[in-house]
């Protein structure tokens, strides 16, 4: 379980991206989460929670996307998405696919707050 | 007060992506082969690689990263088989990350054929981290049982190969290989599968044959 390592990156970039915007605090973070990423949302949602206390996103909601598995088939073109572990093509039935989606851990988009004008 | 919403789209694994890169870069300018060795604990990680001494001994030249919670013990294990060994003691942590290789890399000596790096026993979060390897093993051994593949996915699917290990074990057990290989394939077509007994020596010539034949194709620039 490496959520709060995870979360501590997020921390990371939510610092980084307050400080180049000139923002005073951060107030929803936003978060894709493949479903074969290897992380559970719910320990993600409790470290965030953890974590936020006396930081610049102590009031911040956290909102995770969990992205299902998309599939590219190189045979006959199509995508399909895959909401169980047979990752062939829905279309054709090829073996020989490719994951383009739902293996990422992503921040998608942070809500940012400035004081003054 | 005024509030605006910034597009990030940050990758939470670019940098260890980025150092895995690195990593891989050097080990193939220096001609080395890199497996990485996933599994939960008790699978036989380190009884495979204490066979695989064994065997490459007169041909090959292998060194091995170890990671533990705690301990030395598996790196003086392999260490008995004359092949330089490096623990990485995580103090608690699930899993190696391609930084913690790096700060080792250095000391590999550089007259090596194979690194091998022996994960934290971890079916689940070893499988998210890149660490620069060539090759990905996991190992599955017949007193798991022939369901897990689907159990825990991701590890199948970021393998390359699928090894059973333990088979002499398989008589007594309600263990059908067949299934448990057929369940990885069906999450990652084209996984290689191989059947060991590390300690009976079955299935042991076929695995030294697949690395060393990847080690050439390594070599030749057709990796």
Not at chain 2, 44 to 57: I, M, P
């Amino acid at each position: 379980m490496h959520e709060l390592s995870l979360i501590a990156s997020v921390f990371d970039i939510l610092e980084e991206k307050t400080r180049e915007h000139g923002a005073s605090r951060v107030t929803a973070v936003v978060l894709r989460v493949g479903r074969m990423s290897g992380v559970v949302p719910d320990l993600l949602e409790s470290a965030f929670e953890t974590y936020k206390n006396g930081t610049l996103a102590e009031g911040a909601r956290l909102t995770i996307e969990v992205v299902p598995v998309k599939l590219r088939c190189p045979d006959c073109g199509g995508t399909s998405v895959r909401e169980d572990t047979d990752f062939s093509c829905t279309a054709c039935g090829s073996r020989r696919i490719e994951i383009v989606e739902g293996r990422e851990i992503v921040v998608e988009k942070i809500e940012l707050e400035t004081d003054g004008a | 007060m005024s509030t605006k919403t910034i597009r990030v789209q940050a990758d939470l694994l670019a940098t260890n992506k980025q150092v895995a890169a690195e990593i891989r870069r050097e080990l193939r300018s220096r001609g080395i082969l890199c497996v990485n060795l996933l599994s939960s604990p008790g699978s036989g990680k380190t009884t495979l690689l204490e066979a695989l001494a064994d065997r490459l001994k007169d041909r090959i030249r292998m060194a091995v990263i170890e990671g533990d919670i705690e301990t030395e013990r598996d790196a003086e294990r392999i260490r008995r088989k004359g092949v330089p060994a490096w623990q990485i003691t995580t103090g608690g942590a699930c899993h190696l990350e391609a930084r913690m290789i790096g700060k080792v890399l250095g000391d590999v000596p550089a007259a090596i054929d194979f690194l091998f790096i022996e994960n934290v026993g971890n079916l689940v979060c070893p499988a998210s981290y890149d660490l620069g390897e060539d090759l990905r093993f996991v190992l599955l051994s017949s007193p798991e049982g022939d369901d897990k593949p689907a159990k825990y996915p991701q590890a199948f699917l970021s393998a390359d190969c699928l090894i059973l290990t333990k088979t002499d074990l398989i008589p007594y057990l309600p263990f059908d290989p067949a299934r448990a290989a057929a369940e990885a394939l069906s999450i990652k077509p084209g996984l290689r599968v191989f059947m060991v007994s590390a300690l009976c020596g079955d299935g042991m010539d076929a695995l030294v044959e697949y690395l060393v034949e990847a080690l050439e194709r390594l070599r030749s620039g057709r990796a």
